[in-house]
């Protein structure tokens, strides 16, 4: 929506088939909104982009935003250790009592922070802010790590003079994801919708802004102090 398919901010519109999903839940529509696009993209980045499994340590870069905390409560509940990063040092009680492990106050450079705490590197790292922290995000990752690029908080898209023989270390992957609808099923995103019904997954809603006040909305994503995902009502 709004790349590949007009309508967007439409009251109807028409989309390919396996774009759509029944979904069953009791969930208001300010809630359940926030919820797909969100979902899929995580799912995809942890599942496909990182191979996540159990008992594995993920740096969250970029931990405040949707994705950030929508990642950070379904590795938390797959069995892995997260590590959260934020721009601002109020904001690090808030990660933890949510379910991060650790903390790391952002300031443009975090993997020597992270090395002191974890001497051997982390095994994986979602990117969230994009190539403006990608190259510091790798040098986090001990051989054998994943790294995944999924968001472009950082306004940059491009890298600069990358070398990959010097930027990617030694025996560390380094991926993306910009997937799609058919990278989740229906059964899984059910699944996710009814945790959440069931209280055992939060969603970390923003503000919800009506569809006059959506120049407010952008205001806000753009500032990139929303905190949990934005929903437009019509």
């Not at 051997?120 to 790292?125: H, S």
């Not at 990278?183 to 009506?210: C, H, P, W």
Request: with cysteine; aromatic share 6%.
């Amino acid at each position: 929506m709004g790349r590949e398919f007009d309508g967007a901010y439409a009251e109807f519109t028409v989309v390919p088939r396996d774009s759509v999903f029944v979904i069953k839940t009791n969930l208001d529509w300010k809630t359940l909104a926030a919820l797909p696009e969100m979902i899929q993209t995580t799912h995809g980045s942890l599942y496909q982009g990182l191979e996540i499994k159990p008992g594995q340590t993920l740096l969250i870069r970029g931990g405040t935003s949707s994705i950030g905390l929508c990642a950070m409560e379904i590795a938390k509940r797959a069995g892995l250790k997260v590590i959260s990063t934020t721009r601002s040092e109020s904001k690090s009680d808030y990660l933890k009592k949510l379910c991060a492990l650790d903390v790391i106050v952002d300031n443009g450079s975090v993997s020597a922070e992270v090395r002191k705490k974890y001497p051997e590197g982390v095994d994986r790292v979602l990117e969230l802010i994009g190539t403006a922290t990608l190259l510091d995000s790798l040098k986090a990752l001990k051989r054998g790590g994943i790294g995944c690029m999924t968001g472009i908080l950082g306004g940059e898209w491009d890298l600069k003079n990358f070398s990959p023989m010097d930027d990617i270390p030694t025996a560390v992957k380094l991926t993306a994801y910009a997937g799609e609808a058919s990278d989740i099923s229906q059964a899984q995103l059910q699944k996710y919708v009814d945790m959440v019904e069931q209280g055992e997954m939060r969603v970390n809603s923003a503000k919800t802004f009506a569809f006059k006040e959506l120049q407010e909305a952008h205001r806000l994503m753009d500032s990139n102090q929303a905190n949990g995902k934005i929903v437009i009502t019509l």
